[in-house]
């Protein structure tokens, strides 16, 4: 993000801090306590992107072009990323009720071995547009005993290289430019799970993929458990444990997709932090570990100590911690952590309070859905201010809900959502929707409207042939639904507005208490709607 930009247009709050930290009270940018603490401007920007996913190539579903265009839709770089090996599968021969795994695959792998792999490479390099979309060739290979990688190359003609173990993929890409990052790590040691004894800190594994559709490795606890057949997660894999035992590494989020949507909402996306889209920026962004894991929503996250960036390692008894978080839903939490425990944890409000003033800045989601039927219903139509203006317009926009494939699967056609166009006072929407899978797993597409509008200002959806208006003081006070059809039909969902007082903090506080030679202090963000936000670490060294 730009900083600058950042700090005078968002609001600030200070709410909760653990009796270990310091507050510097009443410190408001600005004054003197805040000079004293503020950390210089920076010139970085955050991009967003998703370096794990697939389509129909190798396993998974939907065409490789209309990936290439979903992401182009809401991501600024992707890896469309087939499956390519698995050295050690023969293990699972022996075991009848895994036959049609090792099939299924080995059927895949050959598929790309023998001509989709030159088509992937060809329109990889078709799609990438330097400063506007960037592109990058990856893989995967699965391995029971060292757990599931990706490598990712910086070359757009980079040869696919084979392996007899993850280890050995590791020396046979020594010397070229390309990271090979473990993921869905929480899963058993010895079966496609990590094992942190593998772990080689530097530039070739510079960050670990935190969180996909498989679930989240930060603990063994919280939020996102791992349900899908291979298992739950369980401690010895999670990032906890690795910070635990000293490895330094970055975090990222990429969707695991398998449906042929990267960036799916809600499925996991990597941030990064870079001053240009450019590849060299991208890369090096990367390789630095200036990254971010979110699960959807585009969280802005300016975090520092002592000037360092998320990633960097400094030195330092004393750490100034400045943070700056920009939402784009109401904020449930913030949480400092340090050497794994809670340092400070800011809290958001339990409403979001009615602003004051003529014209006011809000966020309001316009949401699509609910279904009650599996075919596909198409939503056509704008979305329109009258008052005020749009400042930006945030896709949100999910892929059919597959992880992985499953015996019997029939293929289908991917349905790319589009803003078609975006002005101040509106947007015009192509979308489609289903039925949600089940009680809890959305299948909603959704716009995040940014505005500054007063509260008697309309904001107006017409699809379909049907027209529905409310002003900002109604959606401030609450959300409003309509079905289209009548009851068990499709619904639109006008969410409730988030003022910027919500969505928009800023915290200064000192910690000046070394536990280790080194600490590693993380932020992460929890909106009410259950979109999250990890930092990497920082690293502070005592002197």
């Keep these: 993000m730009d900083r600058r930009k950042f700090i005078e247009t968002s609001g600030w709050t200070l709410l909760g801090l653990a009796a270990s930290g310091s507050l510097l009270q009443g410190c408001k940018p600005g004054s003197r306590e805040a000079r004293r603490i503020m950390p210089s401007p920076s010139d970085f920007k955050v991009y967003w992107g998703d370096l794990h996913n697939h389509c129909n190539i190798t396993y998974g579903h939907g065409d490789m072009r209309d990936a290439f265009e979903a992401a182009k839709g809401q991501l600024d770089f992707v890896s469309v990323t087939p499956h390519a090996m698995w050295p050690d599968v023969a293990k699972l021969k022996d075991d009848p009720r895994l036959a049609w795994v090792v099939g299924y695959h080995t059927e895949a792998f050959d598929r790309l071995k023998k001509g989709n792999y030159r088509k992937y490479v060809e329109m990889t390099n078709e799609y990438n547009r330097e400063g506007e979309f960037l592109t990058f060739i990856g893989y995967e290979a699965h391995s029971l005993a060292h757990g599931d990688h990706v490598a990712l190359h910086y070359d757009l003609d980079a040869p696919l290289i084979y392996c007899e173990s993850i280890e050995d993929w590791k020396q046979k890409m020594s010397g070229r430019k390309v990271f090979i990052t473990p993921h869905h790590m929480g899963y058993q040691k010895g079966y496609r799970g990590y094992d942190w004894d593998f772990f080689t800190e530097g530039d070739q594994t510079p960050f670990v993929e935190m969180y996909s559709r498989h679930g989240l490795a930060e603990s063994d606890m919280g939020d996102y458990p791992y349900l899908h057949d291979m298992g739950p997660r369980q401690w010895e894999g999670t990032i906890l444990y690795g910070l635990g035992r000293g490895k330094k590494f970055g975090l990222i989020g990429s969707t695991d997709q398998h449906s042929g949507y990267p960036g799916s909402y809600g499925d996991g996306r990597v941030g990064v932090l870079s001053k240009s889209l450019s590849r060299d920026g991208i890369w090096e962004a990367l390789r630095s570990r200036h990254t971010c894991c979110a699960t959807g929503d585009k969280i802005l996250v300016d975090f520092r100590i002592n000037d360092a960036f998320m990633g960097d390692v400094v030195r330092g008894n004393r750490r100034k911690i400045y943070l700056n978080v920009e939402g784009q839903s109401c904020i449930d939490y913030i949480d400092i952590v340090k050497n794994g425990r809670l340092l400070a944890r800011i809290d958001g409000p339990n409403i979001p309070e009615m602003p004051e003033g003529d014209t006011v800045r809000c966020k309001v989601k316009m949401e699509f859905g609910w279904n009650r039927e599996k075919e596909y219903i198409p939503w056509n139509g704008q979305i329109t201010v009258d008052k005020g203006r749009i400042l930006n317009v945030t896709p949100c926009f999910r892929g059919a809900a597959f992880t992985s494939p499953q015996e019997g699967e029939t293929e289908f056609h991917t349905h790319v959502q589009k803003i078609v166009s975006a002005s101040e006072t509106g947007t015009e929407l192509k979308l489609y929707t289903t039925m949600n899978p089940n009680t809890t797993t959305p299948a909603t597409q959704a716009v995040i409207l940014d505005v500054e ?51 928009s903090f800023e915290h200064f506080m000192e910690d000046n208490s070394p536990e280790n030679d080194t600490d590693w202090y993380y932020v992460r963000v929890r909106q009410k709607d259950q979109q999250w936000l990890w930092t990497s670490p920082v690293w502070v060294e005592r002197v």
């Design 453 to 503: 509008m007063p509260l008697d200002g309309n904001i107006t959806a017409e699809f379909n042939g049907k027209r529905f208006s409310h002003s900002l003081g109604e959606l401030l006070e609450g959300s409003r639904t309509h079905f289209m059809r009548g009851w068990l039909s499709e619904a639109l969902l006008f969410n409730r507005a988030m003022p910027q007082s919500c969505w």
